[in-house]
């Protein structure tokens, strides 16, 4: 993902681009790309920090986990630079899946039921819901300790993983429904390349993406593919749109995760947004009239992103196959 944005942006020839990298990640040899290795997390945020300060923009690749996303985007805000995405308030609420659920409350937006676990998780715990329902974190990314429930025995496996592996308190429940999952995403761009100063009128253009279809091995995101059709296309945009709107200070890539369920009464249901590039770019950038990062910094027109009709298959290993 992170080869992707960068190849977009070099490919537009508008901007050069620099990058971390953790040093035992290796990336392909783009021309132009200037690479900074890093050994530690401490090396990294000194070297983000530097490199922030030196560019026009900064574009942030990271998970919500434990914040990291949020405090990236609070030192590019107080410090007076630009970011490429969402403010951090409307970051927040997008990233603290609690906040998020309130959001949706508060408008009427259809979205799973969902529990703020207040006290301790023990082996005796009571729960407010049956089985099976999904345990995770509030501030979470993907699957990580994201589990389904469904007998005290599965709570008990739960409970000895936050020994075993890095634990990311508080948790949220949730029942577990099942249902196709499917994505959509938007870029909102900016017409300058500048810190936003609170004054200067600022036109924003919005790209919508197709619809995504999204595979799962049990809770692990596999990958995608788009265009997808479902029946349910209108309803998902118009959810979207709603949120776009109402939730102020959105910039850059947004991704909208929805669960379908047919024989609800509300087959509709939004499950979270991604405040930042998430893996669907690779089947976008497969099918864009030109490079989406490039457009997402900068569009060279006015005009929205086209789309190829072509379908596309990609996986969370960067590779991408042509269906059709």
Sequence with gaps: MLEAVCEDLLRSGRYDVCTTRDQRVSLSDLS????????????????????AGDCEGTLIISPELEGILCNRIEWLQKNGLNRLMSSLEAAR???????????????????????????DLTEDSEFPLPFPFIVKPQWGAGSTMTAIIESRKNWTDFLSRRTTEHDFPPYLLQPFLSGEQVSIA?????????????????????TWCPLTKQFFDGLEYRGGVVPYECGYEREIRKIAEQIVKELTGLR???GFDFLLLPDSDRPVQILEINPRVSTSYLGYRALASEP????????????????SSTQVQFDTCGNVRFLR
Excluded: H
């Design 32 to 51: 132009g790309l200037d690479v900074f290795d890093v050994s530690s997390s401490e090396q990294e945020w000194e070297m983000f920090q530097k490199l």
């Design 93 to 119: 609420i997008c990233a603290d899946k609690w906040q998020f659920y309130q959001f949706c409350l508060k408008r009427g937006i259809a979205t799973p039921q969902t529990y703020q676990w207040q006290n």
């Design 186 to 206: 938007c870029l909102i761009s900016s017409d300058r390349l500048s810190p936003d100063d609170g004054k200067s009128p600022d036109r924003k253009r919005i």
């Design 252 to 254: 850059g890539y947004i």
């Design 292 to 307: 989406p990062a490039a457009w997402l910094v900068q569009p060279e027109s006015g005009s929205p992103l086209q789309w």
